[in-house]
């Protein structure tokens, strides 16, 4: 009984370690994007920069056709060599070869949307702001250094896009801590342009959380449109229910 209080507890604080470890940042709200030419463009975005290192084993090549691709698309814009349309997404690099050069191997991204969900936003929200919170810092091995998951392994994929950016911090005394000093940001100073401006850049970004959203739940849309007929289906029950009931007692009385 005391292994299981104990394990509950443990359970209880995960989602504050989770939120702790990954330094609490305010999430920014992530545009709410469900048109295919948006998923199209985030699908591409996903192919070109996030492949490389991470898998979306969970996912098909040819899956891809429910967001309005065809098969000769797929094939000529989002395969490589080697691969085949009806091939799961998975990346070229072992998880081994990841943990040896980045000190920890890429997580699969197929659920990723989903499983980032928390009580300080939606896996949507923590990936649009994750994606535009990159800085350079020179203490880290990659030279990159994130926002919202301070001390990150991952570098920056998308820099070219975004350009490279310097997080600035001013030090303010901490009335919790006796006052003692802590680094507050204040906001981020490009340093060089990106082949992207800033509005452009967040638009990227919210194409690929986007496809990256419909990914982790393909049957999302259908589920939500069955949803709708569902209800409407049990409205017009629930109204022939009432007036059967109302007619059966009619006759009683």
């Known amino acids: 009984m005391k292994i299981l209080k104990r394990l509950i507890a443990i359970l209880a604080l995960l989602p504050t370690l989770v939120l702790a470890s990954e330094g609490g940042f305010p999430l920014d709200h992530a545009p709410a994007r469900t048109d295919l030419a948006s998923m199209q463009r985030g699908a591409k975005l996903f192919v070109n920069y996030c492949l490389n290192c991470h898998s979306a084993a969970a ?24 691969d085949k349309v009806g091939d799961l997404m998975k990346s070229a690099m072992t998880p081994a070869d990841g943990k040896r050069w980045f000190g920890a ?16 936003g939606s896996g949507a929200d923590y990936i649009y702001t994750y994606l535009r919170t990159f800085y350079a810092d020179s203490s880290r091995p990659t030279g990159w250094n994130n926002m919202v998951y301070p001390n990150v392994a991952m570098p920056h994929v998308m820099w070219e896009l975004q350009g490279i950016r310097n997080a600035k911090f001013v030090e303010e005394k901490d009335e919790h801590e006796g006052g003692a000093p802590v680094k507050k940001f204040v906001g981020f100073e490009q340093v060089t342009p990106g082949s992207m401006s800033e509005r452009d850049y967040d638009e990227a970004v919210a194409d690929l959380v986007s496809y ?14 069955l949803g709708t007929w569902v209800l409407i289906f049990l409205g017009c029950l629930m109204f022939l229910m009432w007036r059967l009931n109302a007619s059966f007692w009619k006759e009683v009385k």
């Not at 959203?213 to 999302?220: A, D, G, H, K, R």
């Open 59 to 82: 996912m098909r090549y040819n899956r891809l056709r429910d967001i309005g691709l065809t098969e000769d698309q797929i094939r000529n814009n989002l395969l490589f060599t080697s």
């Open 212 to 225: 990256m959203s419909w990914m982790s739940e393909p049957v999302q849309f259908k589920r939500r449109q």
């Open 105 to 120: 191997a890429p997580p699969d991204l197929s659920v990723i949307v989903r499983a980032k969900d928390s009580e300080a």
